[in-house]
């Protein structure tokens, strides 16, 4: 066990973790946030998603040790005081999202897409999300959904 | 999809889900999420031999690595639970392996620790040894192998047709339906063609994203188990009856699944914390991995032999013969033999019908029901049949099936005779859009075009029960109560529309309570797009119940009829104060007739489910690859009760038969499964998705349905599989029987058509 000091969704917090935890277990256990899951174990599923100083990684696959220092941001930190994103909100009203159990991932990686590509095309969205998987196959709405995001976050930074 | 409201207007609306800002936030409950004081992880060590006898178990390692609590044998086990048997049709599988093993998977003892990490590296020091016996795999050789799965069959007393197989020896056979109607034989001996062909479904599975997972608690009460289950009540029913208690002591509570599809149904790993908290008196929780899913249960792989009488341009005789592979134990395997099983012959009206359906002990993961109960697997057959019958007789795919098709008023196989089943307008709708008129261009040089359509059809599961409570509070808001478990498919949404249509109220504004055995009352499961049939009549009635007394107290405290006092005032006056309830319940179960001896009865089903579809593909001939342009998806679903969900769900379901027919399937080395995982198991990702998907409901109402709406669920996977096949041999000319349609086997098949067939 060692004690890890990171930045979590805007606050310092730190927490015992042994070698082998990953962020993803660090997140359920010290601070029952349960949005990053741990699906398939193996980084190929998008679950598991958080973002690791602005860059999104597999929360599984990361050991929670290498975050000491760094800003980690998870699904909970996105809607500030019940404010959803324009990405969540898209996502909504699109009906993006069915189990919702990949949903997390999705969202947080269409951010990181359209921070990169703020007008995406099909081929883009499709290239960026194919480390994301949704077995409910939400897969047209979740196109739809990042399209209309852009849109509001366009028309935002006007 | 066009918006249809009526009367509140509360039905027929794009309704967003009502839990959809905790969802895109991260904050939705799952069983996932669930931590108790003092909680034990337990893991699993699990069979490495097809069929054996435990020899020896060797748990000492494992018992002694620092941290492990306790390491459990099906011996412990039946210290708690002395019969530890459970299933819904039978009671065949033991919460541990019990002196035998019956598959490469198969759990046989669990180690408990608090930390995941110690129990996970304790699980792989236990040892045991086996007498390894003669295994079978494939359901056609289970028929009649020496290798037997089960000593003895052990039917469960719940279902009356199975009670002639309780105490059966020396046979795999779980099942078998038999159907007769009409005289086939001079069907077939006065055709002027007989067409005969063989089909086989792969093995495949569901793979929820968020796996199998419960966790069980003792109170002072009794039980209370929480557990990511599509059928709450038939949990808390199976594991009081495995512990010989009242129902009331026994709680299970459902939140949101992360996914389900057939595969969380029944008793999964509920009664494993079930006997591991009674046996240890803590907590106990178990997640499994997403390899372990692989081996817990899988979609039936099949085989279909169908054989049709054609005599002028008409189907006048078909011989069906389905073979189910049901795995090691028989979970609702024998069910979907008969109750798809009857729906064999296809959408078509023919006189003369004779269905054979086996349910199959073999030595494989467990299979039971997959979005769609056996019809994807069926449609598949009857659908390629259909085509490669047209085609020999060069008629047109579509006026075929317009020629043979069974309309409203027709008799079924079982006899029952078609109501509200809109097979012709799903057939015109998606002719239409697949523009099958028009010439098609089908390509030059190496990469040939086709197109292909099929239509298929399912009788809703029957007789089945839902109740369900309305409860108005004295400032007029509305919780709803029922069992319905939402894993994704939007009931939560749909029910709340539905009582908010009754109550004429804003369907946001309802609250739905989810299923907790202590307060939501039986529903038999979310399963079969049962739920908005059964449980949307249950939470209309309540409904209507609750808008009944609300009347009544209306009378009472002298409020005249039709004057629009809110609510609220209503119990202010009789109360005095805010206080008070008005519970309206509402309880369904529709009308049934038992199967004959010739499997026939003049009430099969309370509702058909209707669904098409088209696509057009590219097959490049140099590598046999295929490339689904277009994938379009017509559906009866009755009325819309969400046109955005309905939507969602024919999408959802057709990608999913897209994966099951494109790439998916289990591959076997003697019983081992060799892709358990998503690295070698692929579904279908954002980037495989057709670049064009069409959704459409067909104009129609189920008159008997509530607010004339049916299930949706599964209508969208019917005709995937037998579409794409019979798009291929449109483009190309070469014809497959065996799912997947993957690049290898239509390269294989056009060199065997070329006469240079490539070695095996």
């Known amino acids: ?158 | 999809m066009a918006t249809r409201t009526i009367g509140s207007g509360q039905v027929g609306r794009s309704v967003p889900r009502l839990e959809g800002a905790a969802k895109v936030t991260g904050r939705a409950e799952y069983v996932h999420n669930i931590r108790l004081p003092k909680m034990l992880i337990g893991k699993i060590f699990r069979s490495t031999v097809a069929q054996g006898r435990i020899k020896s178990l060797d748990v000492s390692a494992a018992r002694a690595l620092p941290g492990v609590y306790r390491v459990v044998t099906i011996d412990d086990v039946k210290t708690v639970i002395p019969n530890p048997l459970y299933g819904p049709a039978f009671h065949d599988q033991p919460i541990l392996a019990d002196g035998k093993v019956h598959y490469i998977g198969e759990p046989v003892a669990v180690v408990l620790a608090t930390d995941p990490y110690i129990a996970e590296a304790a699980a792989s020091l236990i040892e045991a040894e086996y007498e390894e016996l003669p295994a079978v795999f494939d359901e056609i050789e289970a028929m009649t192998s020496a290798a037997v799965v089960h000593d003895e069959l052990r039917p469960a007393g719940t279902f009356p047709d199975l009670k002639h197989l309780k105490g059966k020896k020396n046979t795999n056979i779980a099942l078998d339906f038999h159907l007769r109607r009409g005289d086939p034989g001079k069907a077939f001996a006065e055709a002027d063609h007989v067409f005969e062909h063989t089909f086989r479904s792969q093995q495949v599975l569901h793979l929820p994203l968020e796996p199998f997972v419960s966790a069980a608690e003792l109170t002072e009460t009794g039980l209370t188990i929480h557990t990511a289950s599509q059928s709450p009540s038939f949990v808390r029913i199976e594991i009081a009856r495995l512990l010989g208690w009242p129902e009331n002591k026994v709680r299970v509570k459902v939140p949101y699944l992360g996914g389900g599809f057939g595969a969380k149904l029944y008793i999964k790993l509920e009664a494993m914390v079930a006997a591991l908290t009674l046996l240890t008196r803590r907590p106990v929780k178990i997640s499994l991995t997403m390899e372990e899913q692989f081996y817990t249960l899988t979609k039936h792989a099949a085989t279909f032999r169908i054989k049709s009488a054609i005599k002028n341009g008409r189907i006048t005789g078909r011989d069906c013969e389905v073979w189910w592979n049901g795995g090691a134990y028989a979970d609702i395997g024998p069910r979907i033999t008969q109750k798809s099983g009857f729906t064999a012959p296809g959408p078509y009206d023919i006189d003369n019908v004779s269905i054979d359906s086996y349910s199959l002990y073999t030595n494989l993961t467990p299979a039971g029901a997959l979005r769609g109960f056996g019809i994807p697997q069926l449609v598949w057959a009857y659908e390629s049949h259909t085509d490669m019958m047209a085609r020999a007789l060069k008629l047109d795919p579509v006026e075929f099936r317009r020629n043979n098709i069974l309309r409203d008023g027709r008799a079924q196989a079982t006899g029952t005779a078609m109501k509200d089943a809109a097979i012709e307008a799903v057939l015109d709708r998606l002719a239409l859009r697949m523009n099958m008129k028009a010439p098609f261009d089908h390509g030059g040089g190496t990469v040939k075009r086709g197109r292909g359509i099929a239509i298929g059809f399912k009788a809703s599961i029957s007789p089945t029960t839902s109740i369900a409570i309305v409860n108005v509070a004295a400032d007029g808001s509305v919780t709803l109560y029922c069992s319905t478990v939402d894993m994704g498919q939007g009931s939560d949404t749909a029910n709340a529309q539905l009582v908010a249509e009754v109550l004429n109220i804003p369907a946001e504004s309802i609250k739905v309570v989810h299923p907790d055995t202590d307060v939501t009352p039986y529903d038999m499961a979310t399963l079969g797009s049962r739920s908005l049939y059964h449980m949307g009549h249950a939470v209309r009635l309540a409904a209507e119940d609750a808008k009944a007394k609300l009347a009544a107290l209306a009378r009472e405290v002298g409020v005249p009829e039709g004057a629009n006092v809110p609510v609220a005032e209503l119990f202010q006056k009789k109360y005095k104060m805010q206080a008070g309830n008005i519970i309206g319940t509402g309880s369904y179960i529709p009308s049934y007739v038992p199967p004959d001896a010739n499997g026939l009865t003049p009430e099969a089903t309370p509702f058909w489910m209707v669904g098409g579809t088209g696509a057009e593909v590219e097959v490049d001939t140099e590598t046999g690859h295929v490339r689904v342009t277009k994938l379009i998806n017509v559906a009866d679903v009755g009325r819309p009760v969400n046109p955005r969900i309905v939507e969602t769900q024919l999408s959802g379901a057709a990608v999913m038969q897209f994966g099951f027919t494109m790439q998916e399937k289990i591959e076997l080395d003697g019983g081992q499964i060799t892709n358990a995982s998503f690295a070698d198991y692929k579904i279908p990702s954002i980037v495989d998705i057709p670049p064009v998907m069409q959704n459409e409901a067909v104009e129609s109402e189920q008159g008997s349905g509530p607010f004339g709406a049916k299930g949706v669920g599964e209508s969208g996977t019917f005709g995937v599989s037998p579409a794409i096949a019979n798009a291929i041999e449109d483009a190309c000319g070469v014809r497959l029987t065996e799912l997947p349609l993957t690049a290898e086997k239509v390269y294989r098949a056009l060199r065997a058509a070329q006469g240079k067939p490539l070695e095996e």
């Open chain 1, 1 to 158: 066990m060692r004690t890890i000091h990171f930045t979590l969704n805007d606050e310092a917090v730190s927490a015992q973790a042994a070698e082998h935890h990953s962020i993803v277990d660090v997140l359920r256990d010290r601070f029952d946030l349960f949005g990053a899951r741990e699906s398939c174990a193996q980084g190929l599923c998008g679950c598991c998603t958080v973002l690791v100083d602005g860059t999104a990684v597999s929360g599984c696959l990361y050991l929670a040790a290498f975050v000491d220092g760094k800003t980690v941001t998870t699904i909970e930190g996105l809607a500030q005081n019940g404010k959803l994103t324009p990405i969540q909100e898209a996502f909504l009203e699109t009906g993006a999202t069915q189990c919702g159990f990949c949903t997390p991932g999705f969202v947080l990686m269409a951010g990181q897409l359209l921070a990169a590509h703020p007008d995406p095309d099909d081929e883009e969205i499709r290239h960026y999300l194919s480390g994301n998987l949704c077995r409910c196959a939400a897969y047209p709405e979740i196109i739809a959904a990042v399209k209309l995001a852009a849109g509001k976050l366009r028309a935002g930074r006007l």
